[in-house]
Nanobody, 130 residues
Framework: QEHLVASGGGSVQAGGSLRLSCSAS????????LGWFRQAPGKEREGVAG????????YYADSVKGRFTVSRDKAETTLYLQMNLLKPEDTAMYYC???????????????????????WGQGTQVTVSS
């Protein structure tokens, strides 16, 4: 059964770190484009980091560049988001998502910018206190 399971959220103080994990079991056979997104109360969902399975290309929101790193495990079944130097404005529900089908790197980058993914997992809450 295909599903995306995100975990690793929690509460930390500003400047702290968290690592989120997304188990993409099942989806690895039907997608090569995954990403992390977040949504804070009263705000629109935004892309945080994207990953192109084909060549390891990564994409980041300007607000997290230099602080967050997206990666995958060697078995290529789990997507990670390492979050360092967390700020209160990073507080949100974080979701992992996948695009249906195998697409080009250019298309993956475009889908990340427009947050147009097909499959969404349940979220994991990240709360950063000042």
């Amino acid at each position: 059964q295909e599903h995306l399971v995100a975990s690793g959220g929690g509460s930390v103080q500003a400047g702290g770190s968290l690592r989120l994990s997304c188990s993409a079991s099942g989806y690895i056979y039907s997608t090569n484009c995954l990403g992390w997104f977040r949504q804070a109360p009263g705000k629109e969902r935004e892309g945080v980091a994207g990953f192109y399975w084909g060549d390891g290309s990564t994409y980041y929101a300007d607000s997290v560049k230099g602080r967050f790193t997206v990666s995958r495990d060697k078995a290529e079944t789990t997507l990670y988001l390492q979050m360092n130097l967390l700020k209160p404005e990073d507080t949100a529900m974080y979701y992992c998502a996948a695009v249906n089908g195998y697409i080009s790197e250019v298309t993956c980058a475009s889908r990340f910018r427009t947050t147009t993914y097909n499959y969404w997992g349940q979220g994991t809450q990240v709360t950063v206190s000042s």
